[in-house]
Every structure is written in C-alpha cells, then in structure tokens.
C-alpha cells in the first residue's frame, strides 16, 4: 500500500501559531509544570518517537527534549552531525522522506532555516525547527511563559532586546507582532535584524542605538551572546561594536522598578551581561532555562496526533 502523505502542522516559526494557540500552549506548559512538580505521571506520548536532528550542538535543547519526551511516555532519538549531515549525502528531501516513515515528529537545529522548511514540505509528520540562524521559536515560547509566570499579560508592556540583531531578536520581534507588545531593539550599526522582519513589524519595533534610551521604563530586558556559535572569527571585532551594550545595573535601573532580565544562555558574564545582573534578583534565567522543557512538552502534546 502506498504510504500516504498526511497534513501535518509544523512548528518552524513563532507565527506558525494564532495567537490565540501561542497563548493556550503558554498556560498548558505551565500546567504541565505543576503536574510535574506535584509528582503526576502524564503520558499521552507512550509508543511516540521524536528524532531529533542535530547540525550545530546544544546543550539545553537535547536535554529538554529529550526529558521532555520521556516524561511523556515516549521516546527521543539523538542524532548528531555525524549522524545526519542534511543536505550532504543525500537531499534534504529524501532524508525527510525517509525519516518521517518511521518517526512520530522531528526536531531539527541547523543554520539555514530553509533547511528546516525543506525537511518539512517532505516530511509526513511535524517538523519542529530547534534553532536557526533564522529564528528560534522553542526559545521564545519559553520566554513569554517565564513573562507570563513572573509578571503576567505581556500585551501592552515593552520589551528592550540589547546587542546583536540574532536569531533570538528575530523571535521577539514575530512575539512583537503575535502578542502586540513594544520592542525596541538597541543594536551597533551593521548588527540589526532581518530588514523583511523589520518592515513587517512596524508598529511594534523600533531600532535604536543608545542601549540606556531602549531600556528606560522596560518590563523586560533580554540579550544574548555577542558572537553565536560559528562566529568565533569575529569575536574581537564584536567585542569592539558590542563594548557599549553590556546589560549592567546601570542600564537595568533605568527600566521600569519591576523589570526582569532574561537570557537565553549560555552567558559570558563581563561581556553581553554584568555577573551582577544575571545572578540577580532581578534575573529570571534559571526559570527561563528550566521552561524550555515545560514549553515544548506542551509543543510535542499539541503537534503529536494521540
């Protein structure tokens, strides 16, 4: 019997979801996460396979999905880059194809995000993207979970993201659009965000230089590494651009009394951020971190058909 291809949803970016699904998915995971600490067994995933495909390495997003996974009754598959080397070998395509057969969802972290949007136009079963140089949407619903569980509503409230135009301002800036919050990205010249994303977020995004000027009055201020994976080359270079957009108490006292800082690690204390910041009270990073798992649990029971 031929194999046929299913519909399936894909979670490749932030706006693959409504909004109204970004929110419910937020409260699941918090839910998820009590249940977990109220010691409740929950396996809707029993029999279930996740592969998750890894082309740049990571720490948190292998732990968090593959407990995450388990937690859920199921079953997580690690293949590294010396696994699977998509695209090299053999076609995207076909590895999509092939993979998909025998798997119950897939999770990919790689460079080019039309890495991830090829695997998914030929795969039978959802593709979750864990990274890209694109994006990463894993990260961000975690975020507004940690905004949400700490200050709650997030609509109306603004958003200083400092430093580099990355991946991670990417995904706040589609969180700028989805859940209508102020974002006001501080940057050095040659570091902004995708042109296209900026464009498309006019109205709720604004680049700025001065870091101190992004900051004031803030309910949240994020940051994040100032040379990522792969960019080692250009790490006195960025030092250099960057040397102004330290995340430091000055510049947090300049936000709004209850703001919160968050960071989506690993950190290089001295550099993004001041040791001062990230271990303190003001920090959320630890909560952060640990929502990556509670978000995407609630991410695998919503895309994985049970």
């Known amino acids: 019997m031929a194999h046929q291809q299913t519909h399936c949803r894909h979670y490749l970016s932030l ?10 998915l937020i409260a699941r995971a918090t839910e998820l996460k009590r249940l977990r600490a109220a010691g409740h067994s929950f ?3 029993a029999g ?4 998750m495909i890894f082309e740049k390495s990571s720490t948190r997003t292998r732990v968090s999905f593959e407990a995450g996974m388990v937690q859920l009754g199921g079953h997580a598959l690690f293949l590294s880059p010396r696994d699977t080397q998509l695209g090299r070998g053999e076609p995207i395509e076909d590895s999509a194809r092939v993979i998909s057969r025998m798997v119950d969802a897939v999770m990919i972290r790689t460079f ?24 990463h949407p894993c990260q961000m619903l975690a975020d507004l979970q940690t905004f949400y569980e700490h200050r709650g509503e997030i609509q109306g409230k603004c958003v200083a993201w400092i430093g580099d135009g990355n991946n991670m301002c990417h995904s706040f800036m589609e969180a700028a659009q989805l859940f209508d919050f102020e974002l006001r990205v501080a940057c050095p010249e040659g570091f902004e965000p995708d042109a296209a994303l900026v ?24 940051t994040d590494v100032w040379a990522s994976m792969g960019q080692e080359a250009e790490q006195e270079r960025r030092k250099a651009a960057f040397a102004a957009y330290q995340v430091t108490d000055a510049l947090m006292d300049r936000a709004s009394a209850d703001a ?9 204390r001295g550099e993004e951020v001041a040791a001062s910041v990230i271990d303190g009270p003001r920090s959320v990073v630890w909560d952060e971190a640990e929502n990556r798992l509670h978000a995407q649990k609630a991410l695998l029971e919503f895309l994985i058909p049970h």
């Open 112 to 135: 080019e995000q039309q890495t991830v949007e090829i695997f998914a136009a030929h795969s039978q079963v959802p593709v979750i993207n864990g990274l890209t140089d694109r994006c």
């Open 43 to 45: 396996t809707p995933l």
């Open 199 to 222: 464009a498309a977020c006019a109205g709720r995004c604004t680049i700025v230089r001065d870091p101190h000027a992004a900051a004031a009055g803030a309910h949240l201020i994020a």
């Open 260 to 268: 919160i800082f968050m960071h989506c690690l690993p950190a290089h």
């Open 48 to 51: 279930r396979t996740l592969a």
């Open 15 to 24: 706006l693959d979801l409504s909004r109204d699904e970004a929110r419910t």
